[in-house]
């Protein structure tokens, strides 16, 4: 499987009137999941993102987190969670959708998917992709799911590279785990995952074909907990904790 990093989603109440801090981040309007009843707005950060979403439409989504693609879904990790801010899961990207799950059925791995998704812009057009989900719903840690845009990966960029933030980069997500090594031998099944680095208390994760860095570290409760980001313009680390959820920035050298 060919796999990257996509984008992390933060659940964040009342989105509309949410700044990023100093704006540091810059926020772009996403649009509206009619089905979930959510929105989002978007920070770009090179070809990858991170998607703030809230929710307009509490009772749909309730009622979607008890079917069986709810029981997985992205956006009903919010109702699981009794509407508690912060960092819900993340997406990896292919460009194959079906081989991905053609791969986790040759292991004996459940999916759910693919399925068709699309969102509204301001303008009125129509985003689309699809998403497979690993049917373990592992209330530990939520899986990654799986997502596949429409449009080809030269024409996204095209499209949005304005939009890119290039001082900086994402480096690591930092996911704690009560049960570390049960979650890090799954990742590694269900996400080919490679061992980096092994430590008493957390171990490095990567994706074969990209370079950002799964860290999964012990911890009591479990969750996605930090994104580490480079910055250019840093000359020193700096952290920000806001909504729910830690965003650490470095410096490059």
Do not use: C
């Amino acid at each position: 499987m060919e796999l990257k990093f996509d984008h992390i989603i933060h659940y964040i109440d009342q989105l509309e009137r949410f700044q990023f801090p100093g704006k540091l981040l810059k926020l772009h309007s996403g649009g509206k999941h009619h089905k979930f009843g959510t929105f989002n707005q978007l920070s770009y950060i090179n070809g990858n993102y991170i998607e703030m979403l809230d929710v307009e439409d509490k009772e749909k989504l309730k009622k979607l987190a008890k079917s069986e693609e709810g029981r997985v879904s992205f956006a009903t990790k919010i109702v699981q969670d009794n509407f508690i801010q912060g960092f819900k899961t993340i997406s990896l990207r292919t460009n194959d959708i079906e081989q991905v799950k053609q791969t986790l059925t040759d292991r004996g791995i459940d999916t759910i998917g693919p399925l068709r998704m699309e969102r509204d812009n301001k303008k009125g057009d129509k985003v689309g992709w699809q998403l497979l989900y690993i049917a373990n719903p592992d209330y530990r840690v939520k899986p990654p799911f799986f997502i596949q845009w429409d449009e080809s990966e030269a024409s996204r960029e095209a499209h949005l590279k304005d939009f890119y933030q290039k001082q900086f980069s994402i480096e690591a997500v930092v996911i704690s785990s009560s049960q570390r090594h049960k979650t890090v031998e799954d990742w590694k099944q269900w996400y080919d995952m490679q061992i980096l680095h092994e430590y008493d208390t957390y171990t490095d994760l990567i994706l074969k074909d990209d370079d950002i860095l799964f860290r999964i570290e012990d911890g009591k409760e479990s969750g996605y907990r930090t994104l580490i980001i480079k910055d250019a313009n840093a000359t020193a680390p700096y952290s920000i904790f806001i909504r729910g959820a830690k965003y650490r920035f470095e410096p490059i050298n």
